[in-house]
């Protein structure tokens, strides 16, 4: 994958993909979190915050471990 940036003309087809990715993301996250938290607020209504610090610590951990170089 790193051969396609030394490339001109595919430099913007990767950084297309990239922001493509990203912006599938953010919509999947809205939607994720607005129904946990639609689903949850008569029950507890902070719990949709613990399942964001949730994801947030399996990504610090996921991105400690290949800086650690273990992936």
């Not at 993909?17 to 809205?30: F, N, P, T």
């Not at 996921?62 to 170089?69: F, K, M, R």
């Amino acid at each position: 994958m790193v051969y396609l940036l030394h490339t001109w003309h595919c430099t913007g087809a990767v950084f297309g993909a990239i922001a493509s990715v990203e912006v599938l993301c953010v919509m999947l996250g809205a939607l994720t979190f607005n129904t946990i938290y639609s689903k949850t607020l008569d029950v507890a209504s902070g719990f949709v915050f613990l399942v964001m610090a949730a994801f947030y610590a399996v990504a610090c951990v996921l991105l400690l471990s290949v800086y650690q170089g273990y992936f």
